[in-house]
């Protein structure tokens, strides 16, 4: 029997039955294009060109009518003295850094522990060929900073644009909920057997952008029922989202005022209901932060709210096209090295090494690197961590605790994350077609980021559609990658009970694919990953200049306009390499200082072992 799907959005649903009831010459124009294209719509042959955006276009221009501080201006040529600096990790923040500075014409040295580059979004290849990534990578529109180094690293063209929606996947395979209308209706629209598939979305393409475009996907989602839209709209119009609309700087002070309360507690306060949290915010900020809306703090979930409503193309998803280490940190790597920078992977930062100059300022005289066996202390004019919490945490010397500068910083705790890859020899997401989700022949079912609130992962992307390059094979079907969050209760468990509990999730929340054979699995754990923005935390998020002359910090923990994310971990690159421009004169002079006291004691040592060999 042949099956035809409509996909309708609740307002449309709605008006169906009048519109349909009078036979086919009723139907509208855009519903004759839904019932002709629909079975095609979505699934895309893998070896077809791709569709991907350049950056020139449906990007947020954060230049204007934007908060001054989530894309700072181009900086002014530095006319100082040249500089070595080292960094100390090659994650988004270290690797923004370098190309700052780099392309202010200093010299630059990334040091980093592991064998490939990229930290949290960084990739590698097994045994087997298949592309292992430390977690799930998606792109807002508004992410203008990692844009613009996309841009200059030649890797504007490696970003694969989704539709502009935000789907919600229920449990039962209600994406929304498939609905079966009775025969006779069915007869009556062509005649076959038929299905209505409501999608549970927020979908944001409408004829205007922002703020009209926001409001009309809240109006028209499924995934709330309307008493909750209405308690939504109340919530969002008495919160600083609105003042962003006229005063984006205002607007931001008045969300960092917020820090201190999390998202459940000032959403409800304004009218929203609980029952909005469980099934719309809560996925997303696990999504964002990894967290819960009652321990996320409600600057993080605000400073998003007010981005989407004031720029159109902020809510916009992209995904790379294949892994991160060739699309995204590959091309990073080749820019660096070719203006001259240098990697020395798997040398990790053992100890950093300080002194007081003769005005009690301390100041780092070196690092201690090892590889293996080898052991070196390398020296430079500027020292830049560029690392995770943990890392931080393990780096920094306790005596360096005096200040409470540094001290903040082990107040930050980071969030555990559990990523988990599942392959299957057919396709998952496909709802429509049960026999096109068995065929290998072509890529089908849903291309762009999921969410969900019914399983233990809050989101998760078919990486054979989204990110066809690398993750799609002839021969298999879905790739199935999902984020863990919170991956408290996962962190002690085997891999294989991991796979096996994730697995039977991915069955509840597509009935469709039982029947399909799991071939391959993969489990990536984070004891700490981003930090945990709870309420209060952004207090004790440190700048990047440190009480230490010559060394500074990098990381998107660390204090920038955005949240912790891959956008924020550019920026503080951008700031970072600012700050070091900044005092490239004072660094410059500090560290003819120390050469000039080392070449010191080591005369007053030669004199010293002179009047020895006499006596």
Not at 150 to 174: C, R, S
Not at 296 to 304: E, F, G, N, V
Not at 579 to 588: D, V
């Amino acid at each position: 029997m042949q099956l035809v799907y409509l996909m309708a959005s609740a307002s449309i649903h709605l008006q169906l039955p009048n519109q349909m009831l009078g036979g086919t010459s009723s139907l509208s124009h855009s519903w004759k294009e839904l019932l002709h294209t629909s079975k095609s719509s979505n699934n895309r042959k893998a070896n077809a060109p791709a569709v991907s955006c350049n950056l020139k276009s449906k990007v947020s221009d954060m230049s204007r009518k934007a908060p001054k501080g989530l894309f700072p201006p181009e900086p002014e040529k530095y006319e100082g003295p040249k500089l070595k600096v080292a960094i100390i990790g090659s994650g988004l923040a270290g690797l923004s850094t370098a190309v700052e500075l780099l392309d202010q014409g200093h010299e630059v040295d990334i040091y980093e522990s592991r064998a490939f580059i990229g930290g949290k979004v960084g990739s590698f290849v097994d045994k087997r060929g298949n592309h292992i990534e430390m977690g799930l990578h998606v792109f807002f529109g508004c992410y203008n900073n990692l844009f613009r180094l996309m841009k200059k690293v030649g890797a504007d063209e490696n970003l694969l644009v989704k539709q502009h929606t935000h789907t919600f996947i229920n449990k039962g395979g209600q994406i929304g909920g498939i609905v079966l209308i009775s025969t006779r209706f069915i007869e009556q629209i062509q005649g076959v057997n038929t299905r209505i598939m409501i999608k549970y979305e927020l979908d944001f393409r409408f004829l205007t952008g922002a703020p009209l475009h926001g409001i009309k996907a809240f109006l028209t989602t499924n995934q709330l029922l309307n008493f909750d839209k209405v308690a939504n709209a109340v919530a969002l119009a008495t919160s600083p989202v609105v003042r962003a609309l006229i005063d984006p700087d205002g607007a931001m002070r008045d969300i960092r005022n917020l820090d201190n309360v999390s998202f459940s507690e000032w959403f409800m306060s304004h009218g929203g209901t609980r029952k909005s949290i469980q099934r719309m915010w809560d996925p997303v900020a696990y999504a964002l932060g990894f967290i819960n809306c009652d321990n996320i703090s409600a600057r993080c979930m605000l400073t998003i709210f007010a981005l989407f409503a004031t720029k159109t193309e902020a809510s916009l998803l992209r995904m790379l096209k294949g892994s991160p280490d060739l699309y995204l940190s590959g091309p990073i790597k080749r820019y660096i090295t070719e203006k001259g920078g240098r990697f020395h992977l798997r040398w990790g930062c053992r100890k950093i090494l300080y002194s007081k100059n003769s005005a009690g300022e301390t100041y780092v005289s070196g690092l201690h690197l090892s590889k293996a066996t080898q052991k070196q202390i390398v020296k430079a004019d500027a020292y830049v961590a560029a690392c995770d919490v943990p890392g931080i945490k393990r780096l920094v010397p306790s005596e360096w605790k005096k200040w409470e500068f540094f001290d903040n910083i082990y107040k930050l705790v980071g969030v555990p994350v559990v990523t988990v890859q599942l392959r299957f020899n057919g396709w998952v997401t496909e709802l429509r077609d049960l026999e096109h989700s068995r065929q290998l022949n072509q890529a089908a079912g849903l291309d762009n980021l999921l969410y969900t609130p019914d399983a233990d992962f809050s989101c998760f992307a078919d990486l054979a559609i989204t990110s066809p390059e690398d993750y799609y094979r002839s021969d298999q079907g879905s790739l199935l990658q999902v984020v863990l969050t919170p991956g408290d209760p996962y962190m002690p468990l085997p891999n294989e009970e991991i796979v096996d509990k994730v697995h039977k999730q991915v069955l509840s929340l597509f009935p469709s694919a039982q029947g399909l054979e799991m071939t391959w699995s993969s489990v990536v754990k984070i004891g700490q990953s981003l930090y945990r923005e709870a309420p209060g935390m952004d207090l004790f998020r440190p700048d990047q200049k440190t009480p230490v002359q010559n060394f500074f910090l990098a990381g998107s923990y660390t204090k920038q306009d955005y949240i912790d994310s891959m956008e924020g971990a550019t920026l503080s690159g951008r700031q970072a390499s600012a700050y070091i421009c900044e005092s490239g004169t004072m660094l410059a002079e500090l560290t003819r200082m120390l050469e000039f006291d080392d070449a010191l004691m080591q005369v007053k040592s030669a004199e010293s072992a002179d009047e020895l060999t006499v006596v």
